[in-house]
């Protein structure tokens, strides 16, 4: 505002001197037609000349007052419109400082849920319960229908260790580094977010009848770079990737406490 205040000032003084400066230039040119009158026997005449000067003294004045009466008109837009960005941009930040929150608090309650299971199972002595404990509290705290936990024999071959709510006549088939959905897990040493799994792959039994998963999480358990066990949990919903990162992590992080459980 106080920009725009100098600027009319500014403007009203340069009107009034080019007034001044047009006053001055019209008696000196009045003066010189009067002498160039006297010096010729030539009658000109000069209307036309000073009727110009008069018509562009006019258009410099009109010209100046409408820039002065329209010039408040434009900052006040400007003004607006950085008014309307800044409000915009306000509004994106802090629906974006929200969602980060939110997004936040999730990962922590997320974290502290798992802490919680490898908690308990640092309690444990052997591998047996270690397992058992792991698939059932994974099992209670989220919606999991179905876990295997293979473990790696001497012969390089996973074999099947612990299982929870499986019911088959068969039992889980013996693989090698390679060879099926599990086998590449523990060659990749990637964790492996299936969703919409072939029917009749895994089957539930319930008290409603039978029922088919349609995600399946399969993830190594791994000990200095050597995929020591993989676990298979089957769920109605889908696994989040929070969820994944944060078991991949705990399990890393006890990693050299599940192999001595394993050597016991």
Do not use: C, R
Request: charged share 25%.
């Amino acid at each position: 505002m106080q920009n725009l205040k100098n600027y009319k000032s500014t403007a009203i003084v340069t009107i009034l001197l080019f007034i001044i400066s047009e006053l001055f230039f019209y008696q000196e040119l009045s003066k010189l037609i009067s002498d160039v009158q006297k010096l010729s026997d030539i009658q000109t005449n000069y209307s036309i000349l000073i009727a110009f000067f008069i018509i562009t003294l006019i258009l410099g004045i009109f010209l100046f007052a409408i820039s002065l009466k329209l010039l408040p008109l434009k900052p006040d837009k400007i003004v607006t419109k950085k008014i309307n960005n800044s409000t915009k941009e306000t509004n994106e930040s802090a629906k974006k400082i929200e969602e980060e929150t939110k997004k936040t608090e999730i990962e922590t309650e997320e974290t502290l849920k798992l802490k919680s299971i490898f908690d308990e199972l640092k309690k444990v002595k052997d591998i047996n319960s270690f397992t058992e404990n792991f698939l059932i509290n994974i099992a209670n705290k989220y919606e999991i229908v179905q876990g295997l936990f293979y473990l790696k024999d001497t012969k390089g071959e996973f074999t099947i260790h612990t299982k929870y709510a499986y019911f088959s006549e068969e039992e889980p088939k013996n693989f090698k580094i390679g060879e099926g959905l599990s086998g590449q897990v523990a060659k990749n040493k990637k964790a492996m977010n299936l969703s919409d799994i072939p029917e009749n792959y895994i089957k539930i039994v319930s008290g409603s009848g039978e029922g088919t998963p349609k995600h399946l999480l399969i993830f190594p358990v791994l000990q200095k770079d050597n995929t020591i066990g993989i676990v298979e949990l089957a769920s109605f919903i889908p696994f989040k990737n929070d969820f994944i990162n944060q078991l991949t992590i705990l399990f890393e992080e006890n990693s050299d406490f599940i192999s001595k459980l394993i050597k016991n």
